[in-house]
């Protein structure tokens, strides 16, 4: 039976749509954001450090390309970190139906150059950059680093 142009079309448009799904994550990204936390460096007067949970419940991909804050002169980085030295990272990846956990000895953001009278309780507005889902921003309370207690051992 030879196939006439009405069939070759159903077809053409099947294999179209066959491709275009196997080429890109085809649903749209659902991010929302967890336990923000921006805490003090103890070391260095003016450093921040932020950490916090994107969770991804979409069916696509997404990634963080830079963060901000509003306060002008900072400088706010993606870092990672590797056999316990930090580098800076060009982005983060937040796949579809998964979270990103930005936490103290992994990924994280840092802030540098913050004015000294910020301190504990001060809010601080950071705006995230995503590739997909655009800018979230958030206001969190700058919290103390906790410093690790001297631990006991016990017998
Ligand atoms: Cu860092």
Known sequence: ?????FFRTIRATLIVSLLGGAACSSG???????EPEAKLSPVILGVVSVFMKIVNSGNGDDRLLSARTDIPGT???????EDGKMKTVTSMDIPANSTLVLR???????IF???RTLQTGSELRIVLTFKRSGER?????????ATKAPRTRNH
């Open 1 to 5: 039976m030879k196939a006439g142009p």
């Open 28 to 34: 749209a990204p659902q991010l929302v954001i967890e």
């Open 75 to 81: 400088l706010t980085e993606l870092h990672d970190e």
């Open 104 to 110: 103290p000895g992994g990924q994280h953001l840092m």
């Open 113 to 115: 150059k913050l004015p």
């Open 137 to 145: 921003t958030l206001l969190i309370k700058l919290t103390e680093y």
